[in-house]
Every structure is written in structure tokens, then in C-alpha cells.
């Protein structure tokens, strides 16, 4: 199985589902048009609700990575630009590493307007 899952961590079980499935995009163990495991099955593996498994699905396709059909489970999506997910990951580490400094969001953005470039 691709996903594991850290109960005792304080990020939600389907966001570390997300950020998983984002990792195999970005290191290219998912490709485009590659289908992700049915929910149920997933589900099981990990010993997680389903419910779990298709709001991380969800967020996924929110974020225009995944094709959800009913009937036909999760596919990434065909014409996906995989750097999309790399400035993704990239900004989500950049904004927990702010946090992390005592940065607020605020002062994280003007930071990033006042940038050169």
C-alpha cells in the first residue's frame, strides 16, 4: 500500500492522506491518469473510516488533482502538472515553518509582497 497513516499525529488523518497522495505525484510513484485505491479499500488498509478516506479524496479534487466519478473511483487527473503540486507543497511548508518562527499570516504575506522578484 502507498498510504500510511499516523493516528497520534496532530494533523487529521484524511489531510495526511492528501499529503501523501500529493508526495507519490511529486516523486512520481502516482502519475497522471493513474487511479487511486477505492475508498472502502483504503479504508480498510489503514484502519480509518471511509468517510476519512473520501474527504481526503475530496480535497484532492478541490485542489483540481483528482477525478472523482461515482462508479469509477478516484483517477488523477490526466493532464495534471505535476509542478502544481510541487509550489503546493512548497507553500504549505513555507507557511508552517512561518508559524512555526511566531510569523503570522499577515506579516508572512507582507513579507512576500515586499520580496524581490
Same mark, same amino acid.
Given at each position: 500500500?502507498?498510504?500510511?497513516?499516523? $493516528?497520534?499525529? $496532530?494533523?487529521?488523518?484524511?489531510? !495526511?492522506?492528501?499529503? !501523501?497522495? @500529493?508526495?507519490?505525484?511529486? /516523486?512520481?510513484?502516482?502519475? $497522471?491518469?493513474?487511479?487511486? $485505491? *477505492?475508498? &472502502?479499500?483504503?479504508? /480498510?488498509?489503514? /484502519?480509518?473510516?471511509?468517510?476519512?478516506?473520501? @474527504?481526503?479524496?475530496?480535497?484532492? @479534487?478541490?485542489?483540481?488533482?483528482?477525478?472523482?466519478?461515482?462508479? &469509477? #473511483?478516484?483517477?488523477?487527473?490526466?493532464?495534471?502538472?505535476? #509542478?502544481?503540486?510541487?509550489?503546493?507543497?512548497?507553500?504549505?511548508?513555507?507557511?508552517?515553518?512561518?508559524?512555526?518562527?511566531?510569523?503570522?499570516?499577515?506579516?508572512?504575506? @507582507?513579507?512576500?509582497?515586499?520580496? *524581490? #522578484?
Amino acid at each position: 500500500m502507498l498510504f500510511g497513516v499516523d $493516528p497520534d499525529s $496532530p494533523v487529521g488523518l484524511s489531510d !495526511q492522506i492528501a499529503s !501523501q497522495v @500529493r508526495g507519490a505525484l511529486v /516523486s512520481g510513484r502516482l502519475e $497522471p491518469g493513474d487511479k487511486l $485505491p *477505492p475508498a &472502502r479499500e483504503l479504508a /480498510s488498509g489503514l /484502519s480509518v473510516n471511509m468517510h476519512t478516506v473520501l @474527504r481526503a479524496y475530496a480535497a484532492l @479534487r478541490d485542489d483540481g488533482l483528482v477525478e472523482l466519478r461515482r462508479g &469509477r #473511483g478516484a483517477q488523477v487527473r490526466p493532464t495534471l502538472d505535476v #509542478g502544481v503540486v510541487d509550489l503546493g507543497q512548497q507553500i504549505r511548508a513555507l507557511v508552517a515553518a512561518a508559524t512555526r518562527l511566531g510569523i503570522s499570516r499577515d506579516q508572512l504575506l @507582507r513579507r512576500i509582497e515586499e520580496a *524581490p #522578484g
